[in-house]
């Protein structure tokens, strides 16, 4: 319906909500009925005394649309609720579960207020992982599988609720699942082990060492303005030379390769169809082929102290495992040894007497463990070597 505006009057005392001009104050009539209001003198927005009607301006009209748009996401969202599956956290991979503590562990902590839910685009550049290419497709995968659900209904939200039970209860709190991760990882396995088997953690320990080295790569290649990456036939090389050389060692095979590469002006400002990396796998191969023909010595290469550690990388390596720097100093089939005997030893312990999980671990050593029964009470020793 259309107003007959009978008089406008600037009000420089009064400023638009939106813009910030100055507003009219306008005298109009509708079938004889008086009605009073504002008028913004730039974006016509309007003001109506008691909210008696709704403005018509373009940002209240797109604001309008977007809720609505947003309503019908969430009732789609509500019917695809009722047949998703919610995961216990037990059941996720024990990657999913150190990337979760690598996210969560700084973020919620007991005697600091926090969100129930995570704000990805406030964290997305924190060394989460090694590097961002990683934790983003990780990221990716557990929004695609659900894990992580977008508490928003916008179609760009970056804010996600976990969608995990914890002993059987649905919508734990954040600091629940981030003191169940915390036990786990940080606890030396005495209440509880996250991985079903050594093998996963095996793959997780090769997967992030592999990280670190991409990590490397990108930071080398930073200050000379070029971009770098990883892919499939590059990991896979990696993980050849991960079975005979130390992480150290690669780090001064890459490094001698990409100064020599950029000597020469090989490398292109854009890793376009990944040809800088196929230049440095091609170049590492005949470095690596060349110091088995002629037995050299490679040198090793200690980690950049400039260059940051990731939060995952802290937890496997330091925390979980027990290891220090030494594990980019030797093979990782060597650290691998000293690391497996304990991990399978734990992934496979039951109660001899009632058969339970639920065990303690009174007294642990290098090469033999105590453990106490909370179900029926008994204690065993065993030895893991």
């Known amino acids: 319906m259309t107003l007959n505006v009978l008089q406008k009057q600037l009000d420089a005392s009064t400023t638009c909500p939106l813009c910030h001009a100055a ?40 604001q309008r649309k977007k809720l609505m748009a947003e309503s019908r996401l969430q009732e789609q969202r509500k019917l695809r609720q009722k047949d998703q599956h919610e995961y216990e956290l037990s059941q996720l991979s024990f990657m999913q579960k150190l990337f979760l503590l690598a996210l969560l562990d700084d973020l919620v902590q007991e005697h600091t207020t926090h969100h129930e839910f995570i704000d990805w685009d406030q964290i997305k550049y924190y060394p989460i ?21 977008c508490k928003d209904f916008a179609a760009q939200a970056q804010q996600y609720y976990l969608n995990i039970r914890l002993d059987g209860y649905s919508e734990p709190s ?15 396995l005495s209440m ?19 990280q670190e080295i991409i990590q490397f790569m990108q930071f080398y290649c930073r200050s000379w303005g070029i971009q770098i990456a990883g892919n499939k036939t590059f990991r ?28 020469k002006n090989a490398l292109q400002a854009r890793n376009e169809n990944f040809i800088n990396t196929n230049l440095l796998k091609k170049t590492l191969h005949q470095y690596r082929e060349r110091s088995l023909t002629e037995k050299w010595e490679t040198s090793t290469l200690p980690r950049p102290p400039q260059m940051p550690l990731s939060k995952m ?10 290891y ?28 001899i007497h009632c058969g339970s999980e639920e065990l303690s671990v009174d007294y642990d050593a290098s090469d033999y463990v105590t453990l106490f029964c909370r179900n029926c009470k008994h204690q065993d020793h065993y030895f893991t070597r």
């Open 313 to 322: 990388s802290q937890i496997l390596f330091y925390r979980f495992l027990g």
């Open 236 to 263: 896979a090389f990696c993980y050849q030379l991960m079975d005979g050389l130390a992480i150290g060692q690669i780090y001064y095979l890459i490094q001698t390769a990409l100064e020599y590469l950029y000597q």
């Open 23 to 62: 507003m009219f104050w306008t005298e109009a009539e509708q079938y004889d009925q008086e009605i009073n209001y504002f008028e913004c003198s730039h974006c016509q927005h309007q003001i109506f005394p008691e909210q008696q009607r709704t403005c018509h301006c373009e940002k209240c009209l797109a």
């Open 129 to 149: 992982t090694p590097n961002y290419l990683f934790q983003n497709s990780i990221i990716k995968y557990l929004v695609k599988e659900q894990v992580l659900i």
């Open 174 to 188: 954040l600091f629940s699942i981030t003191h169940q991760l915390r036990l786990w990882f940080y606890e030396n």
């Open 192 to 210: 509880g082990v996250p991985f079903k088997n050594a093998e996963e953690v095996k793959d997780a320990l090769y997967t992030v060492l592999y």
């Open 324 to 351: 220090d720097e030494r594990i980019f100093f030797q093979p990782v089939w060597r650290s691998w040894k000293k690391i497996e005997a304990r991990l399978s030893f734990h992934s496979n312990k039951r109660c």
